[in-house]
Nanobody, 121 residues
Framework: QVQLVESGGGLVQAGGSLRLSCAAS????????MGWYRQAPGKQRELVAT???????TYADSAKGRFAISRDSAKNTVFLQMNSLKPEDTAVYYC???????????????WGQGTQVTVSS
């Protein structure tokens, strides 16, 4: 069994910063892809950023230049540093981990419970 435990969400003013963390535990020894998706009310879940085991990152256009993803492979932990936050970044942020693929959102992907990020204007 695999568990993804997220932390670091909260309420922040526009222009502020937050750092999300997600630790994977259980039977997944070394995930390939790890990262973050988000889902705002009434919208589909969308990519924020992912990083592979070889530390190759992928960012959504909305995250480029403002967010930075990093990973501690020894601890199966992924981080998302979010700067210059905007009200449109408000969403539930979901951690993902895939043991096989270099991307999330596949049949083998595991998901966290989600953490709320709210950016006030």
């Amino acid at each position: 069994q695999v568990q993804l435990v997220e932390s670091g969400g909260g309420l922040v003013q526009a222009g502020g910063s937050l750092r999300l963390s997600c630790a994977a535990s259980g039977s997944m020894l070394s995930p390939n892809a790890m990262g973050w998706y988000r889902q705002a009310p009434g919208k589909q879940r969308e990519l924020v950023a992912t990083v592979t085991r070889s530390l190759t990152p992928t960012y959504a256009d909305s995250a480029k230049g403002r967010f930075a993803i990093s990973r501690d492979s020894a601890k199966n932990t992924v981080f998302l540093q979010m700067n210059s936050l905007k009200p449109e970044d408000t969403a539930v942020y979901y951690c993902c981990a895939d043991p096989i693929q270099t991307v999330c959102y596949t049949e083998s992907t595991y998901w966290g419970q989600g953490t709320q990020v709210t950016v006030s204007s």
